[in-house]
T-cell receptor
Framework: NAGVMQNPRHLVRRRGQEARLRCSPMKGHSHVYWYRQLPEEGLKFMVYLQKENIIDESGMPKERFSAEFPKEGPSILRIQQVVRGDSAAYFC??????????????FGPGTRLTVT | AQSVAQPEDQVNVAEGNPLTVKCTYSVSGNPYLFWYVQYPNRGLQFLLKYITGDNLVKGSYGFEAEFNKSQTSFHLKKPSALVSDSALYFCAVRPSNSGYSTLTFGKGTMLLVSP
């Protein structure tokens, strides 16, 4: 059973470009979470999605950031018009359907975004 | 809103000695508590969790954690540290009465085990 997959692992963008980060959850998992890790900081929750639904986006900036988890295909975190402050590691996690609170989340290897 | 405090940025211990990584939490209602480990340039790996039941929880790689409700703590422990345990450790909490299943993480504690 493959784990959570993220691609690309490293992404370099110039200021003003768009960044697209992809996450494929573990097989059978229908809950996806995105976190951001800045240097010297812990993980900050961004958004929680289930298939075709955004459940909680309270941690995601209102502007330039969006996320989706379509019926088919991976979850996408999209950052428009990137700025240097967006440079960070972005982690995706997934958990099984059902009573999600009881389950641990399984993390992908992360995408390291560098904005030049 | 819930929060997690890991009061030590770094813990140093000699190989073979016991280790403790501290975590305290704040949450409304009963907590679900988790420990994760992160190796350099890797994602987080799940170590153990407390949901209910025994206050002492055993997890992967010989780690265990003790839930103390009165002190709102969930310290990670291991009787005998290995050099390979050197990594960044995160404590996380989720309220049991929340309909959402997102986690709130502490800032992490770097564990350095010297030979």
């Amino acid at each position: 059973n493959a784990g959570v997959m993220q691609n690309p692992r490293h992404l370099v963008r110039r200021r003003g470009q768009e960044a697209r980060l992809r996450c494929s959850p573990m097989k059978g998992h229908s809950h996806v979470y995105w976190y951001r890790q800045l240097p010297e900081e812990g993980l900050k929750f961004m958004v929680y999605l289930q298939k075709e639904n955004i459940i909680d986006e309270s941690g995601m900036p209102k502007e330039r950031f969006s996320a989706e988890f379509p019926k088919e295909g991976p979850s996408i975190l999209r950052i428009q018009q990137v700025v240097r402050g967006d440079s960070a590691a972005y982690f995706c996690a997934s958990s099984p359907p059902g009573t999600g609170q009881l389950y641990e989340q399984y993390f992908g290897p992360g995408t390291r975004l560098t904005v030049t | 809103a819930q929060s997690v405090a890991q009061p030590e940025d770094q813990v140093n211990v000699a190989e073979g000695n016991p280790l403790t990584v501290k975590c305290t939490y704040s949450v409304s209602g009963n907590p679900y508590l988790f420990w994760y480990v992160q190796y350099p340039n890797r994602g987080l790996q799940f170590l153990l969790k407390y949901i209910t039941g025994d206050n002492l929880v055993k997890g992967s790689y010989g780690f265990e954690a003790e839930f103390n409700k009165s002190q709102t703590s969930f310290h990670l422990k291991k009787p005998s540290a290995l050099v390979s345990d050197s990594a960044l450790y995160f404590c996380a909490v989720r309220p049991s009465n929340s309909g959402y299943s997102t986690l709130t993480f502490g800032k992490g504690t770097m564990l350095l085990v010297s030979p």
